[in-house]
């Protein structure tokens, strides 16, 4: 596929796989439109302070994927649209859990119906590897049982189901991209990696939960090329796809690794009030990519240590920005 001119829209594009996403559409010669979430501050996330204004090629609207009407406006007359918006902390989600409905499921919904009534030729939707909950078996293939250990997962196995629905009942060209965990520059501080990183750079103490569960980690740029070769494959078109690196590494392995790198005065606390609840904590996650493989040929580039490396050196620099101090929810 050529990206020169083609219109493309991504939703939640001020979020962190969003933004990268953007900038690699941008380098790509896409005409983007990056529909962030409207605030009273007009903060357009990890886009903001970028110089973006200067990019001819790109557009930023602010909205809200709930507002049906407004979402009809964004993704009328685009080529591609690539649905990233979406509430995606889990310890927030027990506080919260209608919000993660009405923006994941209604918000999902939303796109689906606008890319269908505009005649949207491609839609890449976004899922997570919290909807297979704690693996029946590994590596994790598509098949794999979907579980609700939280309302956030709940919510996102919703939205995905929304998207097959739209592609079973109404032919829309959507593809389903599932990427295990990714990490980089511009993570939220919900996240682990940055939640160990901020900590180790300000001190010695890196406060964590458990230490036990598996995750399965992916650079960003590699998760971005991921989205790029499935809306550029014809043979993905109805699938749903993992996208991962196939490695496991325990909470605590990586832990460990990533203080090396930032600090190796620092030391891991438990702190019993980051643990999450029995049933809803995921205990392993690692990803079979073969689908990937065969249908986009897809594979990451960038191992475990070289990517925390990248996003040690990125942290340094916005460390103060994290509250790193502070449990985040």
């Not at 990056?34 to 903001?48: K, S, T």
């Not at 899922?127 to 250990?149: F, M, N, R």
Request: charged share 20%; net charge neutral; with cysteine.
């Amino acid at each position: 596929m050529k990206w020169q001119d083609k219109q493309v829209l991504v939703t939640g594009a001020g979020g962190f796989i969003g933004s990268h996403l953007v900038d690699e559409l941008l380098r790509r010669g896409a005409d983007v439109t990056a529909f962030v979430h409207y605030n009273a501050r007009n903060d357009w996330g990890m886009l903001e302070g970028k110089n973006y204004e200067k990019t001819s090629n790109m557009t930023v609207i602010a909205g809200d994927v709930t507002d049906s009407l407004f979402v009809r406006k964004a993704v009328s007359e685009k080529d591609i649209v690539f649905h990233l918006a979406a509430l995606i902390g889990i310890p927030y989600s027990y506080a919260a859990p209608e919000s993660y409905v009405n923006t994941n499921i209604k918000g999902t919904l939303n796109v689906m119906q606008a890319c269908l009534d505009a005649g949207t030729d491609r839609v890449v939707h976004t899922s997570t590897s919290e909807v297979y909950g704690t693996a029946q078996y590994t590596p994790i293939d598509e098949k794999h049982p979907l579980q609700g250990q939280s309302p956030y997962s709940a919510s996102k196995i919703g939205a995905d189901k929304i998207a097959e629905s739209f592609y079973c009942s109404f032919g829309l060209h959507v593809t389903t991209i599932r990427p295990f965990n990714t990490f980089g520059p511009r993570q939220s501080a919900r996240a682990v990696i940055p939640t160990i990183i901020t900590q180790a750079l300000i001190g010695d103490t890196v406060r964590l939960g458990s230490l036990n569960p598996v995750r399965d980690l992916t650079y960003v740029a590699d998760t971005v090329q991921g989205f790029i070769r499935l809306a550029e494959s014809t043979r993905t078109v109805g699938k749903t796809i993992n996208t991962g690196s196939g490695q496991g590494v325990t909470i605590g392995e990586l832990a460990e690794m990533a203080i090396r790198l930032a600090n190796p005065k620092a030391k891991i606390v438990c702190d019993d009030a980051r643990i999450r609840p029995e049933k809803s904590e995921v205990m392993q996650l690692v990803c079979d990519n073969n689908l990937a493989r065969e249908l986009a040929s897809w594979g990451p580039k960038i191992q475990l240590e070289d990517g925390l490396a990248r996003t040690i050196r990125w942290m340094k620099d916005n460390v103060r920005s994290y509250k790193p101090g502070r449990y985040n929810i």
